[in-house]
């Protein structure tokens, strides 16, 4: 298992260099509130600025530039909420291959707007993630399009982990990460791009109450499914997480939080009103589990990076909220 990490480290600096044209290395930024209340130096890393309002890109994208050339002329496919969506969609227009999305019907609208806007034929199917994304595996099976997985995936995992490859650069001396858990791709990367540059850092992995499988799979030793209802954090809305980000993860993550869909809500009211930053659901995670009292022993005189993924939100969302 070392091994693999290794190599793994090595495919995200790979990833980094295929990105440094194409994503935006995010801000990294104080908040002065939280680390006045929490007693510590907490930063945030911007996500939510990059190219499509989140993360996904970085890995999409690393994924999409490995093709071999009768894949390209295959064409795509991939299920997604709305944020992986966007980055397939966005990377498949730059480097010229053909897209199709899937998404549940039940995906916010901006989501589904943007995603046709970049150029993908977009198809709702599915109350649920994880039904969609069985509807577009099924559906590669038939036509030979090339399944993007969201997450599962060594090179999509890679791509997400040059986050952790920026916020180690700009701030080698943080003591840990917070960071939002769906399927585990993002957390998965990050943390081997971190805990290989510094075994030390705090990797504290974040879900909500109503859909925790990473959590669950983690706490039970094997995976398992968790779904209770829908979350507001629609980009983790994920009850199955994946089988490597699972394998990565499990050793790697030092500290769990639940949050309630109330804590995400007051997160999301925090991060706009006070920090002046747009958050989806799934972006609020972090800061709602900062903000929920959980985290304030670990809190405590230390330099923490909590992670905005995401601020793909619907404006009637936001008003509703807020």
Not at 16 to 25: C, D, F, G, P, Y
Not at 73 to 87: C, D, E, F, T, Y
Request: proline fraction near 3%; charge should be neutral; charged fraction near 20%.
């Amino acid at each position: 298992m070392i091994t693999e990490k290794v190599s793994l480290f090595d495919q995200i600096f790979e990833a980094k260099k295929r990105l440094e044209t194409v994503v935006i290395h995010t801000p990294l930024v104080p908040s002065n509130i939280l680390s006045e209340r929490k007693r510590g130096e907490i930063f945030f890393k911007l996500e939510n600025l990059q190219r499509t309002g989140s993360f996904k890109i970085r890995g999409a994208y690393n994924k999409l530039t490995q093709l071999k050339a009768g894949e390209i002329q295959r064409g795509v496919i991939a299920a997604s909420a709305g944020n992986h969506a966007q980055g397939v969609a966005i990377s498949a227009k730059m480097l010229g291959i053909q897209a199709r999305i899937f998404m549940p019907v039940t995906a916010p609208l901006t989501k589904i707007e943007a995603t046709r806007k970049y150029g993908a034929l977009v198809k709702l199917i599915g109350e649920t993630f994880d039904a969609t994304k069985q509807a577009a595996i099924d559906e590669s099976f038939r036509t030979g399009e090339v399944f993007i997985p969201p997450y599962d995936d060594y090179q999509v995992i890679a791509g997400q982990g040059t986050i952790g490859l920026e916020i180690l650069e700009e701030m080698p001396n943080v003591d840990q990460l917070i960071l939002p858990i769906g399927g585990g791709g993002l957390i998965a990367g990050v943390a081997v791009a971190a805990k290989t540059i510094n075994p030390q850092i705090k990797i504290i992995g974040v879900q909500s109450y109503n859909v925790h499988g990473m959590l669950r799979s983690i706490w039970n030793h094997q995976i398992t499914a968790n779904r209770s209802e829908r979350t507001l954090a629609d980009g983790c809305d994920v009850a199955i997480p994946g089988e490597l980000t699972y394998e990565v993860l499990e050793s790697l993550i030092d500290e769990t939080v639940l949050v309630e869909e109330s804590d995400i809500k007051k997160a999301i009211e925090y991060l706009a009103y006070k920090e002046k930053i747009i958050s989806e659901g799934a972006g609020a995670l972090t800061t709602a589990a900062m903000m929920s009292g959980a985290l304030d022993h670990l809190l405590v005189h230390k330099k923490t990076v909590a992670l905005v993924s995401g601020g793909n939100i619907d404006s009637g969302s936001l008003k509703e909220i807020i």
